[in-house]
């Protein structure tokens, strides 16, 4: 009991989640997030056993952004027709539970609100307002960029993808891989030439700083 008997702390900061935990198990860092791609195998091998597991929420915010000044986002319906016809209980059985919808604000945030709306897939929904503004009948073809080197933000787009592909055959959805200085060097450019991009956002737990950054 009391105060642990330690001299120093030392906080690594820096590299994906699948260094980290590589560096974990190799008995250099004393804790790490397991990646999404990881979590059935250290649920299931016998050699995790030795480790104790933490179930424990983060401020991890993952997003889809689109750009509106490209057709089809343009148009707000098509923006919620997106969040309608994406399936939000595949993705999180893809992470193995490690993940939940959020509403306009994230746990852990000052001002999070539990029963704050929240999208729930809707295929019939999103059929409306693609048919409402015509891209239902001429479909389209669009590109979401992603960071090659997070296998979360790909099942992202993947997911992404084969929610709107299944919807309609007429949708067309590239998941375009790339490496992290190339995503940073296409947002650096103007104007952004992608339709749509996967990212996280930094855990702010003040909301303003959240919602300056990313919802403006």
Do not use: C
Not at 38 to 43: D, G, N, P, S
Not at 168 to 194: I, L
Request: net charge neutral.
């Amino acid at each position: 009991e009391g105060r642990p008997f330690l001299d120093t702390v030392v906080f690594k900061v820096g590299g994906t989640f699948e260094q980290t935990f590589a560096q974990f198990l190799a008995g250099n860092l004393d804790e790490a997030i397991i990646p999404s791609g990881k979590t059935e195998e250290v649920q299931k091998e016998p050699r995790y056993r030795q480790y104790q597991l933490l179930r424990r929420p983060t401020l991890g915010l993952l997003f889809i952004g689109f750009n509106t000044h490209l057709k089809p986002f343009d148009d707000k319906r098509v923006r919620q027709a997106f969040n309608y016809a994406f399936n939000y209980q595949g993705y999180m059985q893809a992470l193995g539970g490690f993940a939940a919808k959020a509403t306009y604000l994230p746990p852990g945030v000052l001002g999070y609100d539990p029963n704050g709306p929240k999208y729930s897939q809707d295929l019939a929904r999103a059929e409306e307002l693609f048919r409402q503004t015509g891209w239902w009948d001429r479909g389209f073809s669009l590109s979401v960029l992603v960071e090659s080197g997070s296998p979360t933000f790909v099942a992202i787009g993947l997911v992404m993808k084969d929610s709107l592909e299944s919807l309609n055959e007429k949708f067309q959805v590239q998941v375009r891989q790339v490496a992290e200085a190339q995503f940073d060097q296409a947002h650096g450019k103007t104007p952004f030439e992608y339709a749509a991009w996967i990212k996280n956002a930094d855990p702010f737990r003040d909301p303003h700083f959240l919602m300056e950054t990313y919802f403006h």
